[in-house]
């Protein structure tokens, strides 16, 4: 092949041969460069070819014994067997890892190099086996959960708890979210394995009732005093008309629509003075006699001394629902959990939370 000043190449008609490697003769500004063909075809191969786990064992036998027939006998396998794996991983590869001779075979420099990365891979595997086994054997795993803050602050804690009891190499994480969607968008990206919510999701999940958690009313307690005729019995209910006089601190609508649609069923706009996301925020804009708001029972815990607790008008639940991606293929650990909590809500550990 001759190459000109323009970086054309055209084949040459005198291709001179050294045993079995053909040598290309390349011209270029006048000057001529040999190398041998061999290299070129073991690179042309690299696409055809996948390195494969036997390939990496054969490679380490090889090596460890320093002679194909040894390795071969060791592995049970021929020695052509050997000899072939060997050649078709150094044309996956495109260089040579052994120097063959009456004396056995020993690594080339690259070869080296290649021997450690396969004895690293090897490491990788055993741990991928170790680990497998553990997850299905309920000796390792994990379990992942997404959900709100009401769950993770009042009813995980003690879960995980006792589920440390029964199986304390299994670790639990937690991640904390203000909406559903961001749950659901957990367990469908494999980031969780069980999700707390409060609506029903779509299909492509499996949920159900673990609880339900009412709404309440929470006054400051001046206007509780002052305003309502000294009301001091905590549970009392009130009216329309008594709940539309105060100025309400809610979450966004986006979050709490069924608050709003609640009231809005029985003709009552709410007067919302402050939007803010965050529960405990809420509580403590209370507290501070900056207005009332209405809230689920378990989200509003610990409720401050100061804080009157009132019932609506007429009683709203949410639904507090456990989901998981349908047709997941689970470990031992998660369906551990899972039959921890169901066994916990069949014995009544998780009522209706009222005031």
């Given at each position: 092949m001759q190459i000109n000043h323009l970086g054309d190449a055209r084949l040459s008609p005198n291709l001179p041969q050294r045993g079995n490697n053909f040598f290309l003769e390349i011209s270029y500004a006048n000057r001529s460069i040999a190398k041998p063909a061999r290299a070129?075809?073991?690179?042309?191969?690299?696409?055809?070819?996948?390195?494969?786990?036997?390939?990496?064992?054969?490679?380490?036998?090889?090596?460890?014994?320093?002679?194909?027939?040894?390795a071969a006998l060791h592995l049970e396998m021929s020695q052509s067997a050997v000899s072939n794996a060997i050649a078709s991983l150094e044309a996956t590869l495109g260089v040579e890892l052994f120097c063959r001779g009456r004396h056995g075979a020993s690594p080339t420099?690259?070869?080296?190099?290649?021997?450690?990365?396969?004895?690293?891979?090897?490491?990788?595997?055993?741990?991928?086996?170790?680990?497998a086994h553990s997850a299905r054997s309920l000796q390792g795993g994990q379990v992942r959960i997404s959900s709100f803050r009401s769950v993770s602050t009042h009813i995980l804690p003690s879960l995980i708890a006792q589920f440390y009891q029964q199986?304390?190499?299994?670790?639990?994480?937690?991640?904390?979210?203000?909406?559903?969607?961001?749950?659901?968008?957990?367990?469908?990206?494999?980031?969780?394995?069980?999700?707390?919510?409060?609506?029903?999701?779509?299909?492509?999940?499996d949920t159900w009732e673990l609880m339900r958690d009412e709404y309440v009313v929470l006054l400051p307690a001046h206007m509780?005093?002052?305003?309502?005729?000294?009301?001091?019995?905590?549970?009392?209910?009130?009216?329309?008309?008594?709940?539309?006089?105060?100025?309400?601190?809610?979450?966004?609508?986006?979050?709490?629509?069924?608050?709003?649609?609640?009231?809005?069923?029985?003709?009552?706009?709410?007067?919302?003075?402050?939007?803010?996301?965050e529960d405990s925020t809420i509580v403590s804009m209370v507290a501070q006699g900056l207005g009332a708001t209405i809230i689920p029972r378990l989200a509003a815990e610990p409720i401050p001394a100061s804080v009157q607790v009132c019932n609506l008008p007429v009683?709203?639940?949410?639904?507090?629902?456990?989901?998981?991606?349908?047709?997941?293929?689970?470990?031992?650990?998660?369906?551990?959990?899972?039959?921890?909590?169901?066994?916990?809500?069949?014995?009544?550990?998780?009522?209706?939370?009222?005031?």
């Open positions: 070129a075809q073991l690179m042309k191969l690299n696409s055809e070819h996948q390195i494969k786990l036997s390939q990496l064992r054969i490679l380490l036998a090889v090596a460890k014994s320093g002679s194909f027939s040894e420099p690259i070869g080296i190099q290649m021997i450690a990365h396969a004895h690293q891979m090897q490491d990788v595997l055993t741990a991928m086996m170790r680990d199986y304390p190499q299994i670790p639990v994480s937690v991640l904390e979210h203000f909406d559903d969607l961001s749950i659901a968008e957990d367990l469908r990206k494999g980031r969780a394995d069980i999700g707390f919510v409060e609506r029903t999701l779509s299909d492509e999940f509780g005093k002052l305003e309502m005729g000294k009301l001091e019995k905590i549970g009392v209910s009130l009216s329309w008309e008594q709940l539309s006089a105060y100025p309400l601190i809610m979450g966004p609508e986006e979050f709490d629509r069924h608050i709003y649609a609640h009231c809005a069923l029985y003709g009552k706009a709410l007067q919302v003075a402050y939007y803010l996301k009683p709203l639940f949410r639904m507090i629902r456990v989901a998981v991606l349908a047709n997941a293929l689970q470990i031992p650990a998660v369906f551990a959990f899972l039959d921890l909590l169901k066994q916990q809500c069949q014995e009544g550990k998780f009522g209706a939370i009222s005031a």
